[in-house]
């Protein structure tokens, strides 16, 4: 039995002449949490479209939860949940009655729908608005029910698809905590987000796509070290970014960068160093134009 709840090798997938996915190769261990980065239309959407069966991959080879997502669909399906970017909740029913009815549809008794609504209402912050139609709720409180919702039923593997998008600070970092408390029951957890300081947060690796291909794999602080040790970041009057250079931090590669730039920038322009950040990350890998970067 493998030790990986999601095996993605050589998936290729184009729309007509269009190539989105050129060739990934993908290893999620299970009970994680897996971040996937890339610009729009890189291909993040595509991808989980195909890992939940809702797509077929033109070649290669995909296994979720141990079973061929081509060849073994229905067991690929009954084992995985899935959130998409928007809120799948009718709004003229109340967050116990949505529970309710998708428990039913899961094929769960009515005693264990009540149990299981009851269950991820409180576990999901929502029992003092269960009986509010949804059409009343926040932004944040629609999110955590989607996802509840994605949770009727048991399932080992679940897929977000950017699931914090549009939401608030408070309600982002709340369903933080949420998709964390499901990696300690030892769900696998394979999201795709627009935030870099998610992907940072939460998961225990990260694959940066662009182009149709995986262009970096690791931790967070494995991908940060890539860029280099530090970066010198330099910003105009406006507290603009107008410059970032990667730099070693020792006094003679600050020195030299300074000097090298000494002519090419405002006198006025304010210099600080900092630690890489994931924004430096993404721009590195996925435009290969972080200014200065040295091999």
């Given at each position: 039995?493998s030790?990986f709840?999601?095996?993605v090798?050589?998936l ?6 269009q ?10 261990p299970a ?10 239309g890189?291909?993040k959407?595509?991808?989980?479209h195909?890992?939940s ?11 979720v939860?141990?079973y061929d997502?081509?060849?073994?669909k229905?067991?690929?399906?009954r084992s995985i949940s899935l959130t998409?970017?928007f809120?799948?909740v009718?709004?003229?029913?109340t967050?116990?009655e949505n529970?309710?009815m998708?428990?039913?549809l899961s094929?769960?008794t009515s005693?264990?729908s009540?149990?299981?609504t009851?269950?991820?209402l409180?576990q999901?912050g929502?029992?003092?608005a269960?009986?509010k139609?949804?059409k009343?709720?926040?932004g944040g409180m629609r999110r955590?029910l989607d ?8 399932r ?7 699931p914090?998008?549009?939401l608030?600070?408070i309600?982002?970092r709340s369903l933080?905590?949420?998709i964390?408390q499901?990696?300690?029951?030892g769900?696998?957890i394979?999201?795709?987000?627009q935030y ?5 947060q ?9 182009d149709?291909?995986?262009?970096a794999?690791?931790t967070?602080?494995?991908l940060k070290?890539?860029v280099g040790g ?5 910003r105009?009057e406006?507290?603009?970014?107008i ?11 600050v020195?030299?960068t300074l000097?090298?730039l000494?002519?090419?920038?405002p006198q006025e322009?304010r ?5 890489p950040?994931?924004d430096?990350v993404?721009l ?5 134009n972080?200014e200065?970067?040295?091999?």
């Amino acid at each position: 039995m493998s030790n990986f709840a999601i095996e993605v090798k050589g998936l290729r997938k184009s729309f007509g002449s269009q190539i989105v996915l050129d060739g990934i190769d993908l290893a999620v261990p299970a009970g994680t949490v897996f971040a996937l980065l890339g610009p729009n239309g890189a291909g993040k959407t595509t991808l989980i479209h195909i890992l939940s069966t809702l797509t077929a991959p033109d070649q290669g080879s995909v296994r979720v939860a141990g079973y061929d997502v081509v060849t073994e669909k229905n067991e690929v399906k009954r084992s995985i949940s899935l959130t998409g970017q928007f809120a799948a909740v009718d709004e003229m029913l109340t967050a116990e009655e949505n529970l309710r009815m998708i428990c039913r549809l899961s094929g769960l008794t009515s005693a264990e729908s009540g149990a299981r609504t009851a269950e991820l209402l409180k576990q999901f912050g929502l029992s003092s608005a269960m009986g509010k139609r949804v059409k009343t709720y926040s932004g944040g409180m629609r999110r955590r029910l989607d996802l509840a919702i994605s949770l009727a039923a048991s399932r080992p593997v679940l897929f977000l698809d950017e699931p914090t998008t549009g939401l608030d600070t408070i309600s982002r970092r709340s369903l933080w905590d949420i998709i964390l408390q499901l990696k300690e029951q030892g769900i696998t957890i394979f999201l795709t987000t627009q935030y870099l300081e998610e992907a940072d947060q939460l998961a225990d690796t990260i694959s940066v796509i662009a182009d149709g291909h995986v262009v970096a794999t690791g931790t967070a602080e494995e991908l940060k070290s890539r860029v280099g040790g530090e970066v010198i970041e330099l910003r105009n009057e406006k507290e603009e970014v107008i410059r970032m250079i990667s730099t070693n931090g020792s006094i003679h590669d600050v020195r030299q960068t300074l000097n090298e730039l000494a002519h090419t920038v405002p006198q006025e322009a304010r210099v600080s160093i900092r630690k890489p950040s994931m924004d430096d990350v993404f721009l590195a890998l996925t435009t290969k134009n972080l200014e200065g970067t040295r091999s």
